[in-house]
């Protein structure tokens, strides 16, 4: 195999039409594969199941002295709030417990913005000329739809390896209109990058113009290895608070990949005095999150170190699909020279990016094939990606057998995309 820019008019021509055979013999399978999202798999879920009857008498519903089934404790039940502080290393009293999505509590705390405002707000955001959230980019879409939601202005902000670009981003924190970031800091969505400690320590060090700006730390993978040991992660609260910033950083994090998708329990963490002020806001629309839950999640799980322990087992499942993906690509892309991709080593998604100008086909290519990816600029504010290059590939769903054939419909994509842009077709 030769770099398809060695290749001159003829020979491209022979590999254009060899590919488009491969294409049809790939549309002829019939295939319905999926990797559009990342959701656990069967045997992932299986692996946990035991959290089912984790509680099998009204006896096992107490926490101390607490009636799980009972009306209270509307920021968690104590155990759940010390779970939650062991996976993040903070404090007990700085973590409120939610429900079974993150994503549905970082979207209150937009909502609540924008109509009674922050701890810090002078106003509500909605009272503002303007609303301006950075967003790094390749993404998570679904924050950037939080934020297109609400009719804030998005603005792209680079990813580095290290994490996003700090530069760009301590000049748009000047603005005061500039009122939110989200950032995913291990194991980003997609690029699986995790932050620098310099990168950290310089979000915990910025000097926004708004008093009210405020970091969404989306800490969804802090837990999700799949290939070597845990890596320990800094507790962003406390080098914020050493910062002089203890307000302006919210953290999230779940069980969504834990245990069950949409099933599971979540957490905010923040600074007492925000833990103190959304439980008052929060207080308005809820006695209190479904706290048997917790309870089943907080006896099942345990502590870190027995969290930790299954998802040992997650990544048994886990790191034979991501050896697949990059099995492919590095066989059957890499020699060709026009396109490059992650290597992670926990998470969910592999970032890849094929020839500029041809991602949005390759997606169309791959829907007609039978394979769903997410849609080619969803990792990008406004669905905009201004290369066309990024694809966010989720091996997790599929069985391995299932993931070899959408591998091989997806590597004859890129290569019949990259041949019809360099023919001009």
């Not at 045997?43 to 096992?60: F, M, P, R, Y």
């Not at 999700?224 to 914020?240: M, N, R, T």
């Not at 910033?245 to 905010?268: H, L, Q, R, W």
């Amino acid at each position: 195999m030769r770099p398809y820019s060695c290749m001159n008019t003829d020979e491209l021509a022979s590999e254009y039409h060899k590919v488009l055979s491969d294409f049809h013999r790939c549309k002829a399978q019939g295939l319905n594969l999926n990797m559009a999202r990342g959701k656990p798999s069967k045997k992932q879920l299986n692996l946990v199941s035991g959290i089912l009857t984790s509680l099998v008498a009204s006896e096992d519903c107490f926490d101390g002295d607490i009636d799980a089934r009972n009306y209270g404790e509307l920021a968690g039940l104590p155990c759940a709030r010390a779970y939650w502080a062991d996976i993040l290393d903070c404090k007990p009293e700085q973590v409120f417990v939610g429900g079974a999505a993150s994503l549905n509590m970082m979207c209150d705390i937009v909502s609540r913005a924008f109509t009674h405002g922050l701890l810090h707000s002078p106003r509500p955001w909605c009272q503002e000329e303007k609303i301006k959230f950075l967003c790094p980019a390749p993404g998570y879409d679904r924050h950037f739809q939080i934020g297109e939601f609400y009719g804030a202005e998005l603005i792209t902000i680079p990813m580095t390896p290290e994490g996003p670009d700090m530069d760009m981003v301590e000049e748009y924190v000047k603005d005061p209109a500039v009122k939110m970031i989200w950032v995913v800091p291990k194991y980003s969505n997609p690029d699986g990058i995790i932050f620098s400690d310099e990168v950290i320590q310089r979000f915990a060090h910025l000097k926004p113009a708004a008093p009210d700006f405020a970091i969404i730390w989306d800490n969804a993978y802090g837990v999700h290895e799949f290939k070597g040991d845990y890596v320990p992660f800094p507790d962003i609260l406390s080098i914020c608070e050493k910062a002089g910033n203890p307000d302006m950083v919210y953290e999230f994090a779940s069980t969504s990949k834990i245990t069950f998708a949409g099933g599971g329990i979540s957490c905010m963490a923040a600074s007492v005095a925000n833990i103190n002020f959304f439980t008052g806001v929060f207080g308005v629309q809820m006695i209190s999150y479904d706290k048997v839950n917790q309870l089943r999640h907080v006896r099942f799980l345990q502590n870190k170190a027995h969290t930790l322990g299954i998802m040992k087992l997650h990544a048994s499942v886990m790191a034979p699909k991501f050896e697949v993906v990059s099995r492919y690509l590095n066989e059957q892309i890499a020699p060709l020279g026009f396109a490059h991709w992650n290597d992670p080593k926990g998470g969910y998604f592999v970032s890849l990016f094929t020839m500029p100008g041809t991602a949005r086909r390759v997606w169309q290519l791959c829907k007609e094939a039978g394979v769903t990816l997410t849609n080619a600029g969803a990792t990008y504010p406004y669905g905009n990606d201004p290369q066309d290059s990024n694809l966010r590939i989720a091996p997790s769903l599929p069985p391995v057998e299932e993931l070899e054939k959408a591998m091989e419909v997806l590597c004859t994509c890129l290569k019949l995309a990259a041949l019809e842009k360099l023919q001009n077709h």
